[in-house]
């Protein structure tokens, strides 16, 4: 139909975060009306790292099922395996042969990637840029919800794409970044300059969207912040404007709202509140997986079936650029 179209993914290594539910999945749950979404496990970026075969293939599993669980419909939005749809890996290629070794030495990723892996920098790390940018064009996706971090990776991909329209006429649409409506950057609950992640090594930095009540608790009644005990909104204040972030978010209102409401009460309350309010957010999302995961075969049927709709798209992008190199 008319709809723009709209691509993102994740990768299936590591525990998603709140960061990655109030960063992104919450504002993908409202995206579904006004565009076409495709989400994809992006399983084949995974291997430019070691991974456990069962391992990624059982967290390939629990991100489509917990994408489901966070609200998104799988019949209106496109979720499904990078793997099973070979279009990518054969677009990569092609783009391979339109990206300059020069552009992809200067990827900071790559750079930070070779740094901590480096008894394995192999090809693969090196064009990850192009696969994603692969990714992204053959849905020729209007629109890619972005974080800061991944800003590079989009004008790469945008490069590419001009690259080839310049010679072979209108074949990709050039995608714009999109910026979420809540577009909040959920920072780590110990060290509150850094933003949250699910690669970070101390559990305490993060909550996870699997973790259970007493567990969420502790952790935000261990966050750090300073010594003032007053709840203001400032940049001087990164733990407590985080925690006021996290609260707005979770019980949807407004900042000016969350410090009025906690005007006088001291960290422990306001703490207690926010774990609390987080609970709650997350206590619907954890019973809905426990109930998908129920059902394997609801779940084989939207892998398939969304599989089977994404290898259309993506086979009429790839046919319009294989007749255009000469195939
Ligand atoms: P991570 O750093 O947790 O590994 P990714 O880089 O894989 O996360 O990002 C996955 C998605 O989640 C992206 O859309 C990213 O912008 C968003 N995201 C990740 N961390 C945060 C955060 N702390 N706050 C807000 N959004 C985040
Ligand atoms: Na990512």
């Known amino acids: 139909d008319g709809k723009k179209s709209l691509f993102s993914g994740m990768q299936a290594t590591g525990n998603l975060t709140l960061g990655n539910y109030m960063g992104a999945l919450k504002n993908w749950v409202a995206m579904e009306e006004e565009y076409q979404c495709f989400y994809c496990v992006v399983d084949l970026h995974s ?103 991944q800003k590079q990776h989009l004008e790469i991909t ?66 750090v912040t300073d010594s003032e005990n007053q709840i203001i909104y400032s940049d001087d204040k990164p733990g407590i404007k985080n925690l006021i972030d996290i609260y707005s978010i979770a019980a949807n209102k407004t900042v000016d709202e969350v ?3 906690f005007d006088g009460k001291g960290y422990g309350d306001f703490k207690m509140a926010v774990g609390e309010a987080v609970v709650s957010v997350l206590k619907p999302i954890q019973e809905k997986i426990t109930e998908l995961n129920k059902d394997k075969a609801y779940i084989d049927g939207i892998i398939k079936a969304n599989g089977e709709k994404a290898n259309y798209y993506a086979t009429k992008t790839l046919r319009k650029v294989q007749k255009k190199v000469g195939f």
């Not at 059982?58 to 496109?78: E, S, W």
């Not at 030495?105 to 940018?133: C, E, W």
């Not at 945008?158 to 809540?182: C, L, M, Q, S």
Request: proline share 5%.
């Open 259 to 261: 410090v009025r409401e």
């Open 158 to 223: 945008r490069d590419i794409a001009e690259r080839f329209n310049n010679i072979y006429g209108d074949v990709f649409t050039i995608p714009e970044p999109y910026i979420g409506k809540v577009g909040a950057k959920i920072m780590s609950l110990q060290e509150p300059e850094k933003k949250m992640s699910k690669s970070d090594e101390n559990v305490n930095a993060s909550i996870y969207l699997t973790d259970d009540p007493d567990t969420v608790i502790r952790k935000f009644k261990r966050a």
């Open 47 to 149: 291997i430019t790292v070691r991974q456990d075969p069962a391992e990624l293939r059982r967290r390939a599993r629990a991100l489509l099922t917990l994408y489901i669980a966070a609200g998104l419909d799988p019949v209106k939005n496109c979720i499904y395996y990078q793997s099973h749809v070979s279009g990518h890996a054969e677009l990569s290629w092609i783009l391979n042969c339109f990206t300059y070794m020069g552009e992809l030495s200067r990827m900071t990723q790559f750079k930070d990637k070779s740094a901590k892996h480096a008894d394995n920098i192999n090809a693969g790390l090196f064009t990850y840029p192009v696969l994603m940018a692969a990714d992204i064009l053959l849905f020729q996706a209007d629109v890619v919800p972005v974080g800061v971090d």
